[in-house]
């Protein structure tokens, strides 16, 4: 099994932007091997990227995150791209610069 992207797969999936982290699932919630990925656009602003190995191919997704002002906006998008997207509580804390336990209650609260 292999944990890594190809090196050109990444370049194609994310352009100009820079890969600033990866975070490989071996089992997702779906249990699809995944790659959950922080880009860095040239505007400075980030998107994810989720890269899925379903067996017979490889695809990817760019998950959108909406626009916050407050903690609780931040926090309603956590909890949405956690409960909706799927992603998991490691990479949103990366994400989001706090821990995975904060990420934890975030969820747990709502």
């Known amino acids: 099994m292999n944990t890594e992207l190809n090196s050109k797969y990444l370049k194609q999936i994310c352009g100009d932007a820079e890969a600033e982290f990866c975070l490989y699932n071996p089992r997702s919630k779906t249990g ?13 602003t980030r998107k994810i990227i989720v890269v899925r190995d379903y067996g017979y191919k490889i695809d990817h997704e760019e998950i959108q995150i909406h626009p916050f002002k407050t903690r609780e906006e931040r926090n309603a998008e956590i909890l949405r791209l956690y409960k909706e ?15 995975q336990p904060s990420v934890s209650v975030i969820v747990k609260s709502k």
């Open 32 to 44: 699809i091997q995944t790659w959950e990925i922080k880009v860095r656009n040239t505007d400075n």
């Open 85 to 99: 997207e799927g992603i998991s509580q490691n990479f949103l804390g990366n994400l989001f610069n706090i821990s």
